[in-house]
């Protein structure tokens, strides 16, 4: 049974292989041992993904034809698309994208519905190796390595460029000769983790190669300092504009600004005021007073902090009208979910009752948990919840809310679509919001 086993995936690494060198003679060959053209290796890797890892047009219109799925994503979330974007081979995105959007029957009436589970700003492909980040000789070497990318901002926003295409931005990818400029012994440098190598990727390995990336703070950079690094480049200002990139560069940047955030607010310690240093590659601060209480024991005041906030789609007692409010900083005819930050020592469901009844007035029953999202504005996690009023009667806090109503579900679909005759609308579909209300519509409420 072992023999089987090890020889099935033996096929399994040439199919792989050939699809990554872009050999379409090798890859029919191998389909007639192999019939699965979906086979994956440990990492949930297809063939596919491979192909569109490398930019071979040819072999991904091939695995297409013998069936290839373009939905199945792998360990961390993406698919063939999905790493297309990530490694900027804009024609495999391309091909990959209209075969997404064939295969979609458009003769439902139904929201379209993502196939993933996961939101915008998750699906990174980085693995942090958090398990590295104590080990300094491992991390200088990589920081110098030829291949290592920086990402680099200034005021929190990454430098990118823009593109004719799908996605609208790429971040600018800085090799180490080019931004140790700003690699000086007082800068703020973390580490977000590493891609395989495509020599390993190439070759279909499921060995670990470290292809680093760092997130750099290079202060305050003007227009003129930002065109000497890289011509054409601009910052990407926050948060539409980091919907404007794909799926994984998007979380990237979350991770990166999250991190490089937090430390620009704590410089000093929370406990007796000194100033902190960094250790553990920008995932702690700690107190440069050998006396300092925060120093003894484990304390949360000297990691990152992620402060976790719930936001919720409120169904009437009936299910046939949704609670949205606006918040006085939305544009103009912009309505959303309501939200909140969970209080100590409370649990998400009671942060859902209470901040609905505070905001609104409405008391809430059943609450259920639907899915969340890391938001980069600074650092707060987006706990998404589907909640059913057990009342009607809106009292707006007006220190809380400019306005709080209850809208018919095909009205809220009006606002999904942006065809509504009033032109309001809720936010886009790289927002938590727009996803959760886009499942209740589909899958709760009475139309």
Not at 186 to 194: E, H, P, Y
Not at 372 to 383: A, E, G, T, V, Y
Request: net charge negative.
């Amino acid at each position: 049974m072992a023999d089987n086993t090890n020889l099935r995936s033996n096929y399994i690494d040439q199919l792989h292989q050939s699809a990554a060198s872009g050999d379409v003679k090798a890859v029919l060959e191998a389909l007639k041992v192999i019939p699965d053209v979906n086979a994956t290796n440990s990492r949930g890797w297809t063939a596919l993904m491979f192909a569109a890892r490398n930019g071979h047009r040819e072999v991904i219109t091939t695995l297409l034809k013998q069936g290839a799925d373009v939905a199945i994503t792998n360990v961390v979330g993406q698919n063939a698309k999905d790493i297309a974007e990530f490694w900027q081979n804009h024609d495999a995105a391309s091909v990959l994208a209209k075969t997404n959007e064939m295969s979609q029957d458009h003769s439902v009436t139904r929201l379209p519905v993502t196939p993933r589970k996961s939101n915008f700003f998750c699906d990174s492909p980085l693995d942090r190796m958090s398990q590295q980040r104590n080990n300094k000789e491992w991390l200088e070497s990589l920081k110098a390595d030829g291949g290592t990318t920086y990402v680099l901002f200034t005021r929190l926003q990454p430098l990118a460029r823009s593109n004719s295409f799908a996605p609208l931005y790429s971040l600018v990818r800085f090799t180490f000769e080019k931004a140790k400029t700003f690699l000086g012994s007082d800068a703020t440098v973390v580490f977000l983790g590493v891609e395989q190598s495509s020599s390993d990727v190439e070759s279909g390995s499921n060995s670990h190669k470290a292809v680093g990336w760092f997130a750099v703070d290079c202060g305050d950079l003007t227009a003129e300092g930002i065109g000497v690094l890289e011509d054409g480049a601009v910052l990407l200002p926050n948060p539409f504009g980091f919907f404007q990139l794909s799926r994984s560069e998007a979380a990237i940047v979350g991770q990166a600004r999250s991190l490089l955030s937090w430390h620009e607010r704590y410089k000093f310690c929370s406990t007796c005021g000194s100033g902190t240093r960094i250790e553990d590659a920008g995932y702690k601060r700690v107190c440069l007073s050998e006396g300092c209480a925060s120093r003894k024991g484990i304390h949360n005041t000297s990691y990152p902090r992620t402060d976790p906030s719930v936001i919720m789609v409120v169904m009437s007692p009936d299910r046939s009208k949704i609670l949205l409010g606006r918040d006085k900083r939305f544009p103009s005819a912009m309505w959303s979910c309501l939200a909140g930050f969970i209080e100590p020592g409370e649990s998400i469901e009671e942060a859902v009752r209470r901040e609905v009844h505070e905001e609104s007035g409405v008391r809430v029953g059943w609450v259920d948990y639907h899915s969340c999202q890391p938001w980069p504005m600074p650092n707060s996690l987006m706990i998404g919840c589907i909640a059913q009023a057990e009342s009607t009667i809106i009292k707006v806090d007006k220190e809380e809310l400019e306005d709080a109503k209850w809208f018919g579900a095909s009205e809220v679909r009006q606002m999904l679509l942006s065809n509504h005759p009033q032109g309001l609308f809720c936010p886009p579909e790289q927002a938590i919001a727009h996803q959760i209300l886009k499942y209740c519509l589909n899958n709760m409420c009475k139309l």
